[in-house]
């Protein structure tokens, strides 16, 4: 029986250390990739998975891990779950850190199922993203799950959409925001559960947008609780930058990974719309121009 | 251009008149089937769609429709996708109403994604279930592609689990249940975009326990509102019956289903698990044995 306690968010803790805070948001649309180059594939499928394969290729170096959005495979079908399967493989053959972004919630056996589902086989992953709406029983198979494969969680804290108001930002009987309530029961999870980084094994997804300003939190305790890894979307396309990510990093501990996805994806396109480059784009220039965005955003993360 | 008010959602109302209220659960585990004639098929997942297959064949004259719960098919990887997408693609030729059980909820072009995964190609299911927590803009880009595809969904309301009281459950400075206020705006939502039954082309899935008391409600306006159509899941295995669910009713307009899944999927086993009857079962005796639970439940229902 091992006792190793060598979690997902241990390697991922590491990993910042040693990479920087960068997570590559692998939410690959056909329309992010250079037209000619995707129309010399076989299938759309096809296309995306190289495309895939060559942005990681070139940035394994710099990104501390990958987030994969399920939603844009599911929508492919068939196929694109088996290019979202083939992409999870590739990450794990190439010794580099998954989060599966999948936000799924449900509860008792169901709960299980989706573990299993997300954990091992196909589709395995080292880290899920899952929503806590039904209540935290509906965590437990995950974490038992958790446990038994050495993977981690991060829980949706608050997201980073406008309409986060509606219900995160609900206002409770004692004067607490919604989403702090949730934050101080992911605190305790993370205090019950931890791994050797000293954080805890399920983490938070905490968004923000061009407006947030942590010096201006609205909460009494602190939030998101130190305890928790987070993993910070919004970057670029969704209006965040470097200030008002900076302060929720925590430099000496590197306890947090910031995703950027379009921004990364598209960087072939968005150099340079109207030139004769970006309508020439191939698969590897477009991956050389995602190498170049990631590193931009490597250093304004470090030097924010 | 149509303008047709036909939405899955006026449909289903149409079939509960029909047929009754039952929705069957096709949260079908291998350990669900009888052994032995599982064992007869190449793999899992072929035995699983004979299943399913069988169960939808012997209930389509007294179920109003069927509950695809696809986390059991995530956990068995590409090949139980496969099986997921073959039997909403048997559900549709069959004429029978789809549920895809898949409570996702994400924003932007995240959700996009998902409503053309799910209300479309491989996965099309006629209507969905969805989580809340993100905000109303999330459901959003759902609604536009169910206007699109006259496809609907169920929005998770208040679930049946114990921690539901967690978060669904909280109490909000105004003194109402954190779910009276996703009621409120769901209600809004279903006013503005309804279909021609006069129910929200969204409506609510509302889970019950055995302990639910309607008499008690703890809401000052009506929870659920009633222009909602109901996806009311718990029945058998779950704890709750016939009682605790007849107040949620209005047997006039017909506005909910109730799902079972284990107590149908398993009634071959249930009904004498030591028997040698049960030893032997096949898949016909076993569809046969769902059709009596089934047909037991409806009139469980009807004379509550």
Same mark, same amino acid.
């Given at each position: ?10 390697? &991922?803790?590491? =990993?910042? @250390?040693? /990479? ?5 948001? %692998?939410? +690959? ?74 936000k799924r919630g449900d509860i008792a056996?169901t709960a299980?199922?989706y ?15 899952l929503n806590p709406y039904l209540g935290m029983d509906s965590l437990e198979p995950w &974490?038992?799950? =958790?446990? @038994?494969? /050495?993977?981690?969680?991060?829980v949706l %804290?608050? +997201? ?127 991956? %050389? ?16």
């Amino acid at each position: 029986m091992s006792h190793s306690k060598n979690f997902s968010i241990d390697k &991922l803790a590491g =990993a910042v @250390k040693e /990479k920087g805070n960068v997570c590559i948001g %692998l939410d +690959t649309a056909l329309e992010y990739l250079p037209p000619k180059a995707a129309a010399a594939y076989q299938s759309n499928s096809e296309a995306i998975y190289a495309f895939n394969r060559a942005i990681i290729e070139k940035t394994l170096d710099i990104a501390a891990c990958y987030k994969v959005q399920i939603a844009y495979y599911e929508a492919l079908g068939l196929k694109g779950m088996e290019t979202y399967a083939k992409t999870l493989t590739f990450l794990r053959e190439r010794g580099a850190i998954s989060i599966a972004d999948i936000k799924r919630g449900d509860i008792a056996d169901t709960a299980f199922r989706y573990a299993q589902a997300h954990f091992s086989g196909d589709f395995e992953a080292d880290l899920v993203t899952l929503n806590p709406y039904l209540g935290m029983d509906s965590l437990e198979p995950w &974490l038992n799950e =958790a446990k @038994k494969h /050495k993977k981690g969680a991060f829980v949706l %804290l608050k +997201t980073s959409n406008p309409g986060y108001k509606d219900f995160q930002g609900a206002i409770l009987k004692d004067g607490r925001l919604f989403y702090e309530d949730v934050n101080e029961k992911l605190a305790l999870l993370a205090e019950r559960e931890k791994g050797e980084s000293g954080f805890g094994i399920f983490g938070a997804v905490f968004g923000v947008d061009g407006n947030y300003k942590p010096e201006k939190s609205a909460c009494s305790a602190a939030c998101p609780a130190p305890g928790l890894f987070l993993l910070i979307p919004g970057y670029g396309a969704q209006g965040a930058g470097a200030t008002q990510i900076s302060g929720l990093l925590d430099k000496e501990k590197g306890n947090a990974v910031v995703n950027a996805s379009r921004s990364i994806l598209k960087a072939w396109k968005l150099k340079a719309p109207d030139s004769p480059d970006a309508q020439d784009a191939t698969i590897e220039s477009a991956s %050389l121009c995602a190498r170049e965005a990631a590193l931009k955003m490597r250093s304004e993360i470090l030097s924010a």
